[in-house]
């Protein structure tokens, strides 16, 4: 039997990103945290309002990334570009970036996932910023898997 403490003890720090929608999307709120454990740090999103539709074969799946950069501010074209690009301390190619983070499955607009991951650590990530894409992440495509329009962002600080 899977034994949920040991695998992820109390956390030891939190930080989290308060999300919010770009000028076309501004509807898309909500909160990503990160809880630093021994085994590394567990990721929450929960995410509201996020672009849907009715039709089963093309549910959204949107990229979701931790970016280089420290601030959701950008352009007219890119309204997140000063987020830069994905998260990548160790010059790895896509999708072994640091920030590379699974998919978020969005269900009639709402999108919730948590994942426990070890490459990065909490002090490692605070003042970065936190992307999530109009497309889903096809973990292949260099640089930063063809992922789409930033519709989100949030910087991560501690609690």
Do not use: W
Not at 134 to 148: E, V
């Amino acid at each position: 039997m899977l034994n949920i403490n040991k695998m992820s003890p109390a956390p030891q720090s939190v930080a989290f990103a308060r999300m919010r929608g770009s000028y076309k999307y501004p509807d898309i709120t909500g909160i990503v945290q990160f809880n630093q454990t021994e085994k590394g740090v567990i990721v929450t999103a929960r995410i509201f309002n996020l672009p849907y539709n009715n039709d089963k074969c093309s549910y959204g799946i949107y990229g979701f990334h931790i970016h280089e950069g420290n601030s959701c501010t950008g352009n007219e074209e890119d309204p997140f570009a000063n987020s830069k690009a994905h998260y990548n301390p160790n010059n790895c190619p896509h999708p072994y970036h640091a920030g590379d983070l699974p998919p978020l499955f969005g269900n009639k607009g709402y999108a919730y996932m948590s994942v426990l991951t070890d490459r990065f650590t909490l002090n490692e990530i605070i003042g970065k910023t936190v992307i999530i894409h109009d497309h889903p992440d096809d973990f292949k495509t260099q640089p930063s898997g063809n992922s789409g329009e930033k519709i989100a962002c949030g910087v991560i600080r501690m609690l």
